[in-house]
């Protein structure tokens, strides 16, 4: 699928500024959707939606489907009369999402709201939520009861639960519906309230231009309502725990390759039901965003199993993914969408053709671009039009970062091919990014802001001290907007037609 010829900003919603601890969707985001606009840009990306995992990564989400509470807008909620005007956050560190603060803090005041919708919220307001909870239900029942149940069972693994849970026997079920009904409540107050707000925000994107890159991980977290409302489509042993786990072998990232943990798939039962659960889960992501970014596609050719007991994730094999029938069920069921495919890691000639096959664009990283010789893939003399360039990902350093530590032999590369002496050196891949023939080019707020390596977003293989980054308003200045529209203007990624 061909794209529009367009460029935006990759940047998730918890690193807007705001008041409240973490970014979230008010004010800062329509903020930055206008900002985007002003610089010329037309594609907002952001990480996965929902909620945070271990590690506070929102790849480990405890739903597939659910929406990041910590995302909704407080100041919505107070002005609806379900928070108190008298209430004044505490100081949080507006660099950094500080979650050992910011989410007991947050939790508490969405519990507060939920009462008081409920209490005396108006017919309306019931009337709305009660029907986004019977149009949502195929996901959102099993998500509020089970983290009812989680928060009941003190956070502890599905699988320890009592038997009669684990193995959703109905009676358990229905007994457990009814004894948590308060907190199911309050969990499913809380996807409304997500989902409404973020539609606001998308409506407001759209009609600016802006469409929005969601972010779709291949795999799910092991403590999750979807593991434990659907045990037969994992392949978990007889005691509820993965008998193996996912991630990928020694590569750019770390010499011991990536442990992610979460359960593999039982491959064979989804295709017994046509990829039902493949096929409701893009589908409800679409109804989401504009764009779906499939993370770790290379996954759904050949992936990467490691033994549960593995320390790391030497010890794996590979083993073949779904392959075609998948995305046949996809698309036969939803017809064409727009989706990006990453195809970073170990690329073998199978990877390729199930992304040609479907004509699913893949993507190019320029900070790979330089470590060999002027055979690299990644160069922007190699991109094809049906391609994503990114300067960096969020798993990647920072440009000026990546700079700072690049080899000699890189660097020299660098100057050569970019004719350049890294004075700017974020502003040099950008450059060479909007230029690449590549239909879409994103590049990291960070890279706009010329940050250094202490504004990373995450570093692959480090499960702790990630995804907390944030920025302040007063960082950005008319400059960078002004630059980034210019080359937009001088690169043909304004919506400038190419004359035949």
């Not at 909704?72 to 107070?78: E, V, Y």
Request: with cysteine; net charge negative; proline share 7%.
């Amino acid at each position: 699928m061909r794209f529009e010829r367009a460029s935006g900003v990759l940047l998730h919603p918890t690193s807007l500024p705001g008041p409240h601890g973490s970014g979230d969707l008010g004010a800062a985001a329509h903020h930055f959707v206008d900002w985007l606009v002003a610089a010329g840009q037309k594609l907002w990306q952001i990480l996965p939606l929902g909620g945070i995992g271990p590690g506070n990564s929102p790849y480990m989400s405890p739903s597939a489907f659910a929406g990041n509470v910590l995302l909704i807008d407080l100041a919505d909620l107070r002005a609806r009369g379900w928070l108190d005007d008298h209430d004044p956050p505490p100081h949080f560190d507006p660099r950094r999402v500080v979650y050992a603060d910011v989410v007991p803090w947050r939790m508490a005041r969405l519990a507060r709201a939920a009462e008081r919708c409920a209490a005396a919220g108006s017919r309306a307001d019931h009337a709305a939520c009660d029907e986004f909870c019977a149009r949502h239900a195929g996901w959102l029942d099993d998500y509020a009861l089970f983290m009812a149940l989680a928060d009941h069972h003190g956070g502890r693994p599905w699988n320890t639960w009592e038997a009669p849970l684990v193995h959703r026997e109905p009676a358990a079920l229905r007994h457990a519906t009814q004894r948590h009904a308060a907190r199911i409540a309050f969990h499913k107050f809380c996807q409304w309230r997500f989902h409404e707000q973020w539609h606001a925000l998308r409506r407001h994107a759209n009609a600016r231009g802006v469409q929005i890159v969601g972010d779709a991980p291949i795999y799910v977290a092991w403590h999750s309502a979807e593991v434990w409302a659907r045990q037969e489509l994992f392949d978990l042993d007889a005691h509820g725990r993965p008998r193996a786990v996912a991630g990928v072998p020694p590569d750019y990232f770390s010499a011991t390759g990536q442990r992610w943990g979460n359960p593999l798939y039982r491959w064979a039962r989804h295709a017994d039901d046509g990829y039902a659960w493949w096929v409701a889960r893009i589908r409800h992501l679409f109804e989401l965003v504009d764009i779906v970014r499939i993370d770790h596609f290379r996954g759904f050719a050949g992936y990467w199993e490691i033994p549960a007991d593995a320390p790391t994730a030497v010890d794996g094999c590979w083993l073949p993914g779904p392959g075609a029938p998948l995305f046949k069920a996809i698309a036969k069921a939803l017809g064409p969408i727009p989706v990006i495919a990453e195809d970073l890691g170990v690329i073998t000639p199978d990877v390729e053709a199930l992304r040609k096959k479907f004509g699913l664009p893949g993507m190019c990283v320029l900070q790979f671009a330089f470590a060999d010789d002027s055979g690299n893939r990644y160069l922007p003399h190699y991109h094809q039009p049906d391609s994503v360039v990114y300067t960096g990902t969020h798993d990647n350093d920072t440009s000026v970062g990546w700079w700072a530590t690049a080899s000699d032999k890189e660097r020299a590369h660098v100057r050569s091919y970019l004719d350049t002496d890294g004075a700017a050196i974020h502003w040099d891949l950008i450059r060479a990014a909007c230029a690449s023939v590549a239909d879409t080019a994103i590049y990291p707020l960070q890279d706009v802001l010329g940050l250094g390596t202490e504004h990373r977003m995450n570093l692959p293989g480090h499960a702790e001290g990630h995804w907390a980054w944030r920025f302040e308003w007063s960082q950005v200045q008319p400059i960078h907007a002004e630059r980034l529209a210019a080359l937009a203007r001088i690169y043909g990624r304004d919506g400038t037609p190419m004359r035949p």
